[in-house]
């Protein structure tokens, strides 16, 4: 059972809306992290915080921005959505040892048309 | 800097038989741990094995096991007695040293047919 939510699991968004992904933890977790996935399946991590009031730009570029107001909530917001933007998003957390690896959500596949 | 390679982009196995999928990675530091996931198709991701990189040991789960060779930085899955069910991509990422974020490979899509 999923201890990571990840809402919608499906959106279909025209070009130039605002959205959020939203993504909560039950867990506790302090460090949550966004990827992108491509076609490929690859991963690229786009954000990710370290607790409360702590977010940081991954290492791939992106016109995304991200908020931790709450510890258990990190959702991620694209002001203005472009067909570049169309791709799977996971989030994930840690808590503890890093010997733990992620939890995962189970994503968000996003469709710009 | 970490980095992890799986040479393999799609592998094939039949029902019942075992299947190897290879990871190698690089690190300069001591402290590491290794892992093994599973995405399977439209579902979540979850972790199927861990190796931490002082234990000598191969880690085990069930059917799953590795084999971790640390000199020459292979960090390979085996899958004994292969399930449709483990039809899925399959990731391989590192934990080094201070990092605080894994690095993934590129993932190794296996399809078990009948």
């Known amino acids: 059972e999923a201890d990571i939510y990840q809402t919608p699991r499906y959106l279909v968004i025209g070009t130039g809306k605002k959205i959020t992904l939203e993504c909560s933890q039950t867990?506790?977790?302090?460090?949550m992290y966004w990827y992108q996935q491509d076609p490929g399946m690859e991963l690229h991590l786009i954000h990710y915080?370290?607790?409360?009031?702590?977010?940081e730009k991954g290492d791939l570029s992106s016109e995304s921005t991200v908020s931790r107001i709450r510890t258990e909530h990190f959702p991620l917001t694209l002001e203005s959505a472009r067909p570049s933007h169309t791709s799977q998003y996971l989030c994930?957390?840690?808590?503890?040892?890093?010997?733990?690896?992620?939890?995962f959500g189970s994503g968000t596949r996003l469709t710009v048309v | 800097a970490q980095t992890v390679t799986q040479s393999q982009p799609e592998m094939s196995v039949q029902e019942a038989e075992t299947v190897t999928l290879s990871c190698t990675y690089d690190t300069s530091e001591n402290n590491y741990y290794l892992f093994w996931y599973k995405q399977p198709p439209s579902r979540q991701m979850i972790l199927v094995i861990r190796q931490e990189a002082y234990k000598q040991q191969n880690a085990t789960e069930n059917r799953f096991s590795v084999n971790f060779q640390k000199a020459a930085k292979s960090f390979s899955l085996k899958i004994s007695d292969s399930q449709l069910g483990d039809t899925a991509m399959y990731f391989c990422a590192l934990y080094a040293g201070t990092a605080s974020k894994l690095t993934f490979g590129t993932g190794t899509r296996l399809q078990v047919t009948l």
């Open positions: 867990m506790g977790h302090d460090k």
């Open positions: 915080s370290y607790g409360v009031n702590s977010t």
């Open positions: 994930a957390s840690r808590g503890g040892a890093r010997g733990y690896g992620y939890t």
